[in-house]
């Protein structure tokens, strides 16, 4: 079986002034995620942020809302909130504040500067922690499983 070649950038327009926008690299794994729940994305002609609802894509003229519902349809409300920007944060505060804490313990000594080093080094290790566990645990499985492909930059 020959594996699909994942494309490098993509173009959408811009309805309200008619103007593309190449997307590449993270932004296009970010736009190109229907379960991304992104709200906004970047006009490169009006410099500005506006709603999805006001792009489509260039090569089949699908709004990119469209999109999103079309690959998020059979998506239940508990793997949207699995994949959602609250759950992410939650994720990586609890994962913070956990292992901040442990450290602490660890360090726990009369040296104050010393408590402090391993306050904010736990927090800043916890929160990349909590950010792999929130996208290998939960978001790039449930990525695989609603829309069917481990990489959505595939998806038209």
């Known amino acids: 079986m020959v594996e699909q070649q994942i494309p490098e950038s993509r173009t959408y327009r811009h309805t309200q002034c008619g103007n593309e926008t190449t997307v590449s690299e993270q932004s296009f794994e970010l736009v190109s995620n229907p379960m991304s729940s992104m709200e906004q994305t970047h006009c490169s002609s009006c410099n ?4 999805i609802s006001e792009y489509e894509w260039s090569d089949t003229g699908e709004t990119i809302s469209g999109y999103y519902a079309r690959h998020t349809k059979n998506a239940t409300d508990r793997q949207r ?7 992410m944060v939650g994720v990586i505060l609890f994962s913070a504040i956990v292992t901040a804490g442990a450290i602490s313990v660890l360090v726990a000594d009369n040296n104050m500067l010393a408590r402090i080093i391993s ?3 736990g927090l800043m290790i916890g929160a990349m922690i909590g950010m792999a566990i929130f996208v290998s645990g939960f978001a790039n499985p449930i990525k695989r499983k609603v829309c069917g492909v481990s990489d959505t930059r595939m998806l038209t």
């Open 48 to 51: 500005a942020m506006f709603p």
């Open 81 to 87: 909130f699995l994949c959602s920007k609250k759950f």
């Open 119 to 121: 306050l904010f080094g």
